[in-house]
């Protein structure tokens, strides 16, 4: 790894497996609900659906909905055909991301457009959207479907501001943060929120569920984009330094080029426009973000929501429901080391 990075507080490296375990039971409604509803008698749909749905992804989003909804002590089913219908959610997004940046692996597998090509691709993630909206409607709150299918628009939304910002290196930290704001936070953001509306709460904790999801949102792709430059293909689970083959400009771009002399905000005009994009250019990339801080202060930032994300939970809950969602954000934060 490129950079230093302060140890997270833990003597133990955080995990995901106090909420697997919390919400263990649960989950294995949730998967069930998820092979069922990904059938089709179109065999490519199941086909492909699976490659993803099956390629070793801790399914983060649904399990947040599930430990929520412990923590407010719920005791009813409705969570778990939601659960599904926010993984279905992601997973659909995840299809359309990899056709858009023409990705070649996702979690170390190749990926489904490179499997089966672009058209396939995006048709089955329209296929699992509507499988969601399906779930959203059978559970008959339209309080749920507001809430999910906002997130829904607003995640569409972030792609497309993220796209139509791509290869300009004068994007500023606040277009950075709108954009993973809408793209990544929302779906954390509802997730979470959503229990508190089927546990019949009030607006407050509504209101703070939401704030955990979306902070720890926001946490994790402040991690995510830290760690394209400061890891490798194998760790991530994806071809390293692909945002920045793609021109995508991130916060440790952003930060890199405001702190950079003149000669180095050339070299970052030309590789986010697309003219410097060897492994060459991309170790001298990561030589300028190691000598600006910038993967540092980037990942200093990702601590500063994670403690937000915490901070919300108070006076919610307790036990260890709560110990598990606070341990999830450290985990996500973790990830960087």
Request: glycine residues 8%.
């Amino acid at each position: 790894m490129s950079a230093t990075i302060t140890p997270i507080r833990r003597a133990k490296a955080p995990s995901l497996d106090p909420m697997m375990a919390l919400v263990a039971a649960d989950m294995h409604q949730v998967n069930g609900v998820i092979l069922a509803r990904m059938q089709s008698d179109v065999p490519l749909i199941p086909e492909l659906a699976g490659h993803l749905i099956a390629g070793g992804g801790k399914r983060m989003r649904p399990m947040l909905t599930l430990a929520c909804a412990r923590l407010l002590d719920y005791q009813g089913t409705r969570h778990h055909k939601l659960a599904a219908s926010v993984e279905f959610i992601h997973t659909a997004t995840l299809l359309h991301d990899d056709v858009v940046d023409g990705s070649g692996l996702r979690r170390g597998r190749r990926t489904a457009n490179i499997i089966w090509g672009n058209p396939a691709s995006v048709l089955v993630g329209d296929f699992l959207f509507s499988r969601a909206f399906e779930l959203m409607v059978e559970d008959g709150s339209l309080r749920v479907l507001r809430i999910l299918s906002g997130a829904s628009a607003v995640i569409a939304e972030g792609e497309v501001n993220q796209l139509s910002a791509q290869r300009r290196i004068e994007t500023g930290e606040a277009r950075y943060l709108d954009i993973i704001g809408a793209k990544t936070a929302a779906l954390f953001a509802a997730a979470c929120r959503i229990a508190a509306v089927v546990a019949e709460r009030d607006e407050a904790v509504e209101q703070a569920l939401d704030a955990y999801g979306r902070n720890l949102g926001i946490a994790f792709q402040l991690v995510d984009d830290a760690i394209d430059y400061a890891s490798d293909g194998a760790t991530m689970g994806k071809d390293a330094g692909d945002d920045f083959r793609d021109g995508k400009v991130t916060l440790p771009v952003i930060l890199a080029y405001a702190r950079g002399n003149e000669e180095d905000r050339r070299f970052w005009r030309d590789a986010i426009e697309g003219r410097r994009t060897s492994d060459e250019d991309l170790a001298l990339a990561n030589r300028l973000l190691r000598e600006t801080g910038a993967i540092d202060d980037t990942l200093a930032r990702a601590r500063h929501y994670g403690q937000l994300a915490i901070d919300s939970l108070s006076g919610i809950g307790g036990g260890t429901a709560r110990a598990a969602l606070i341990e999830a954000v450290e985990f996500a934060i973790a990830r960087a080391y």
